[in-house]
């Protein structure tokens, strides 16, 4: 019996030896025969690290009784989680940021009381194993290794178990270890959102374009360098003096040094860009604008909007027209100018994983972990990702016999 079915195995005789009101049925999938209950409540558990509330680091809490997750739609699947990747996100959502509008995505039609999202489990990337599938799923089966990245108003991978559509997900790329592969799906999926579905780019289109990335040593950063790259462009990467040769490492063609002084003035030398991915915000588009190609669709896309904290500060439906104003006045004040101004979001797609995987296989991309933590060592890891500063990704490894990849 596999590792997987002796787990599930071991639950169900734990349930039946505290519960004799179980009823059962008996499923033959191949050879193997499982058992499984059809009460209404399965009271399986699991560890996880949970928040209670929101705050600093003091209110990550480990448990062994977290809700073990459920198949609800017939398109979702089980995951055993092997490793998992921390994002900056996980440390704004601990801290509360993005709360209001992520509720409103749990719960649409506000019929649950505040706080119902706790205990709540954080955490955006996850390398792991299926360990059951719902009836409408074809494309994956029991015991495929798969890497997705898990939206915000979903219980996150810091825990043994999660549950996602099969949308969300794709089949690991071979070349990677679970731990390398936790480092990729969120940054990923953030990059191709904002490059492709926001900024138009792909492998046909991008060869000779000219790229500049604000920020490019981070997550979002170190995964857009290697896709561009791969896609034939130039990209010029600002970061500090002692991440320039990390950056090169990975493909950049230029690098500026946002430490020795005004950025701006070494950038505006260059020759003008086709599109900026900017990973830093605040004063940055009070010039980076002006960097752009103009009447020639050049576009300047940027993850640091202020959405979510909108609606955190004004409540959903203000929040939402404050941000659908500022952000109508910027394109249209920039759009005269001969320039497109754009926000960028996160989006899950297994589709965009699956040419993601597909690129790791064929050596154009690689994972870059900075610094890998045990399952018992989360704080540190969140305190770690606080300090910021990143050289590529956090993960946290379960265990080391998971990672048999």
């Given at each position: 019996?596999?590792?997987?079915?002796?787990?599930?195995?071991?639950?169900?005789?734990?349930?039946?030896?505290?519960?004799?009101?179980?009823?059962?049925?008996?499923?033959?999938?191949?050879?193997?025969?499982?058992?499984?209950?059809?009460?209404?409540?399965?009271?399986?558990?699991?560890?996880?690290?949970?928040?209670?509330?929101?705050?600093?680091?003091?209110?990550?809490?480990?448990?062994?009784?977290?809700?073990?997750?459920?198949i609800t739609y017939p398109n979702?699947?089980?995951?055993?989680?092997?490793?998992?990747?921390?994002?900056?996100?996980?440390?704004?959502?601990r801290g509360g940021y993005g709360?209001?509008?992520?509720?409103?995505?749990?719960?649409?039609?506000?019929?649950?009381?505040?706080?119902?999202?706790?205990?709540?489990?954080?955490?955006?990337?996850?390398?792991?194993?299926?360990?059951?599938?719902?009836?409408?799923?074809?494309?994956?089966?029991?015991?495929?290794?798969?890497?997705?990245?898990?939206?915000?108003?979903?219980?996150?991978?810091?825990?043994?178990?999660?549950?996602?559509?099969?949308?969300?997900?794709?089949?690991?790329?071979?070349?990677?270890?679970?731990?390398?592969?936790?480092?990729?799906?969120?940054?990923?999926?953030?990059?191709?959102?904002?490059?492709?579905?926001?900024?138009?780019?792909?492998?046909?289109?991008?060869?000779?374009?000219?790229?500049?990335?604000?920020?490019?040593?981070?997550?979002?950063?170190?995964?857009?360098?290697?896709?561009?790259?791969?896609?034939?462009?130039?990209?010029?990467?600002?970061?500090?003096?002692?991440?320039?040769?990390?950056?090169?490492?990975?493909?950049?063609?230029?690098?500026?040094?946002?430490?020795?002084?005004?950025?701006?003035?070494?950038?505006?030398?260059?020759?003008?860009?086709?599109?900026?991915?900017?990973?830093?915000?605040?004063?940055?588009?009070?010039?980076?604008?002006?960097?752009?190609?103009?009447?020639?669709?050049?576009?300047?896309?940027?993850?640091?909007?202020?959405?979510?904290?909108?609606?955190?500060?004004?409540?959903?439906?203000?929040?939402?027209?404050?941000?659908?104003?500022?952000?109508?006045?910027?394109?249209?004040?920039?759009?005269?100018?001969?320039?497109?101004?754009?926000?960028?979001?996160?989006?899950?797609?297994?589709?965009?994983?699956?040419?993601?995987?597909?690129?790791?296989?064929?050596?154009?991309?690689?994972?870059?972990?900075?610094?890998?933590?045990?399952?018992?060592?989360?704080?540190?890891?969140?305190?770690?990702?606080?300090?910021?500063?990143?050289?590529?990704?956090?993960?946290?490894?379960?265990?080391?016999?998971?990672?048999?990849?």
């Amino acid at each position: 019996m596999s590792s997987v079915r002796h787990l599930m195995y071991s639950r169900w005789l734990f349930h039946c030896s505290t519960s004799p009101s179980v009823n059962t049925s008996v499923c033959w999938h191949g050879r193997q025969k499982r058992l499984f209950s059809t009460t209404k409540r399965r009271m399986t558990i699991m560890p996880a690290w949970v928040i209670d509330k929101y705050g600093g680091n003091d209110v990550l809490r480990f448990t062994k009784n977290a809700s073990f997750p459920v198949i609800t739609y017939p398109n979702e699947v089980i995951i055993k989680v092997n490793a998992a990747g921390l994002n900056p996100i996980d440390v704004g959502m601990r801290g509360g940021y993005g709360a209001s509008s992520l509720s409103m995505k749990r719960d649409p039609l506000n019929l649950k009381q505040n706080g119902m999202e706790f205990p709540l489990i954080l955490g955006r990337d996850l390398s792991g194993v299926i360990m059951e599938c719902g009836l409408d799923v074809k494309y994956f089966t029991e015991r495929d290794e798969v890497w997705a990245a898990i939206p915000p108003w979903k219980q996150g991978s810091l825990a043994e178990f999660v549950v996602l559509s099969a949308n969300e997900i794709s089949r690991k790329p071979k070349l990677l270890s679970h731990r390398e592969a936790a480092a990729i799906p969120y940054v990923a999926a953030t990059s191709w959102s904002a490059l492709v579905n926001t900024g138009g780019l792909s492998k046909d289109n991008c060869a000779k374009k000219r790229i500049l990335i604000l920020g490019g040593s981070g997550g979002v950063g170190t995964f857009a360098i290697q896709m561009l790259k791969a896609w034939g462009a130039h990209v010029t990467v600002t970061c500090s003096q002692n991440a320039e040769r990390f950056v090169r490492d990975l493909g950049a063609d230029h690098v500026v040094d946002y430490t020795s002084g005004p950025v701006e003035k070494p950038l505006r030398e260059l020759e003008k860009f086709d599109l900026i991915l900017d990973n830093v915000g605040g004063e940055t588009e009070r010039w980076a604008l002006t960097l752009l190609k103009p009447w020639s669709g050049a576009k300047y896309v940027t993850l640091v909007t202020p959405f979510l904290q909108n609606t955190d500060l004004l409540g959903i439906a203000d929040g939402m027209m404050q941000t659908a104003a500022t952000v109508a006045t910027k394109a249209l004040k920039h759009l005269v100018k001969g320039v497109h101004y754009r926000w960028g979001f996160f989006a899950p797609s297994g589709p965009a994983l699956d040419e993601i995987s597909e690129m790791v296989d064929a050596g154009q991309i690689r994972a870059v972990v900075e610094e890998t933590f045990s399952f018992s060592q989360v704080p540190h890891a969140f305190e770690k990702m606080e300090k910021g500063h990143a050289r590529g990704k956090t993960v946290v490894q379960m265990s080391e016999e998971d990672d048999y990849s």
